[in-house]
């Protein structure tokens, strides 16, 4: 069965980077878009980017560019979201899920705070 | 980029009541638009897909529509499970946006 498992809760400083992962089982990582999704405590959904792992293409938000850097490792099926500069309004919930949104990972809480 | 207003923000219903969300987008989008439900832990499923098809396992309360630049969820009955959190996603073309989210609360 597909499976989205991303890593556990950071906490990072203000000014600092994050590498956040998702670990993708039970289809063909190759083949499908992997989007990033933020959602800031009581707030909506906002889309970040995707990563096309078969050939690392990527698409951003304007708003992102430059604080979002996705990648992808074909070798171990795991998709990774780069964020950095950190700020306090950096401080989310962030999913990876399929573009065609049938498969979500459980999402990671970032928390930027000194 | 393509704007989803999504109404109303929040919305107060009893159980048994059938209720509508709507998604409109500022530009053609199709029929791509999909619904998806939030848990209050978080969890996200995909309830509609390509504008008007259930997914499976979703129940068959809920439906899809679209009239024009508007796109509906619909639940015609609804059950105590259903007072959580809905969002409408267009990926007709990127970057792909949400609409703003759907709070249903129990009246």
């Known amino acids: 069965q597909v499976q989205l498992q991303q890593s556990g809760a950071e906490l990072a400083r203000p000014g600092a980077s994050v590498k956040l992962s998702c670990k993708a089982s039970g289809y063909t990582f190759t083949s499908y878009w992997m989007q990033w999704v933020k959602q800031r405590p009581g707030q909506g959904l906002e889309w970040i980017g995707a990563i096309y792992p078969g050939d690392g293409d990527t698409r951003y938000t304007q708003k992102f560019k430059g604080k979002a850097t996705l990648t992808a490792d074909k070798s171990s099926s795991t998709a990774y979201m780069q964020l950095s500069s950190l700020a306090s309004e950096d401080s989310a919930v962030y999913y990876c899920?399929?573009?065609?949104?049938?498969?979500w990972g459980q999402g990671t809480t970032l928390t930027v705070s000194s | 980029d393509i704007q989803m207003t999504q109404s109303p923000s929040s919305l107060s219903a009893s159980l048994g009541e059938r209720v509508s969300l709507t998604c409109r987008a500022s530009?053609?989008?199709?029929?791509?638009l999909n619904w998806l439900q939030q848990e209050p832990d978080g969890t996200i499923k995909r309830l509609i897909y390509?504008?008007?098809s259930l997914d499976s396992g979703v129940p068959k309360r809920f439906s899809g529509s679209r009239s024009g630049s508007d796109y509906s969820l619909t639940i015609s009955s609804l059950e105590s499970e259903d007072f959580v959190d809905y969002h409408c996603?267009?990926?007709?073309?990127?970057?792909?946006?949400f609409g703003g989210g759907t709070k249903l609360e129990i009246k």
């Open positions: 390509a504008t008007s």
């Open positions: 996603l267009q990926y007709a073309s990127s970057p792909y946006t």
């Open positions: 899920a399929r573009v065609t949104t049938d498969y």
């Open positions: 530009q053609d989008i199709g029929s791509s």
